[in-house]
């Protein structure tokens, strides 16, 4: 009985190692286009200009991304944010007394579904942190002015407090196929910012910035140089 029973338990582990060794094993990698068959590489680099709200009031914001494309659908690459100078809102105080500066960047993800159309778009999503800080307009002024006056500018320096967040910009871009090598684009994103503000020091006069701040709409136009459908199976074949 027992010798029948380990026939038994010896053909169902036959059958059973049979059967999962004549199985491909299927991952998700395997099933992915931009994975499984890359024909064109590309790379590219954007400068880019938005205006968009930040603090409760709309702002220049400057930016520049480098790119690498995979089949001429599928971007990933670093992008750098920045305010402008001279930005004063005035949800802060009526008087543009005080001063917003704020960077921001991280890994820039995209998609482009039909790239070889003249005119096309594109999905851009950023997931990076950002900073920001709240300082005195009157030494930006200073500054400007020419005024030395040190013992101004180290009390201010003293005052201003920076505070870290991480930033998800998704966005939608226009694009258009101007020559082989070059594209320009308008669009637009939507920044929301997560993560605490420092403790707020009872010395400090200066607001603490908040992840709210950094919130907003933003409008946005740039140009990309760079080459975009390069065919590495053709470069493999000469």
Known sequence: M???KNLVLGFLFMLAFS????????????????FKKVNTLGLYVAPEIQYGVMAGSFTPIGGLTGMLQVNNKWGIGVSGFSTLKDFAPKQLSPTKAYRFDAQYGGLNLEY???PEGVVHVSFPLLLGAGMSNIGSA???????????????HLNNDGHEKDNAFAIIQPGINLESNLFKYGKVFIGAKY?????????VDLTNPMPVT???????FSINAGLKIGLFNYSIRKAKKD
């Open 19 to 34: 059967f999962v060794n004549g199985q491909e094993t299927k991952t998700v990698i395997n099933h992915f286009k931009p």
């Open 112 to 114: 482009t579904p039909k």
């Open 210 to 216: 908040t992840a709210s701040q950094l919130n907003g």
């Open 138 to 152: 009157l030494e930006m002024n200073d500054m400007h002015d020419g005024n030395n006056d040190m013992e101004n």
């Open 2 to 4: 027992i010798k029948k």
């Open 191 to 199: 920044r929301l910012a997560m993560g605490k503000s420092g403790m």
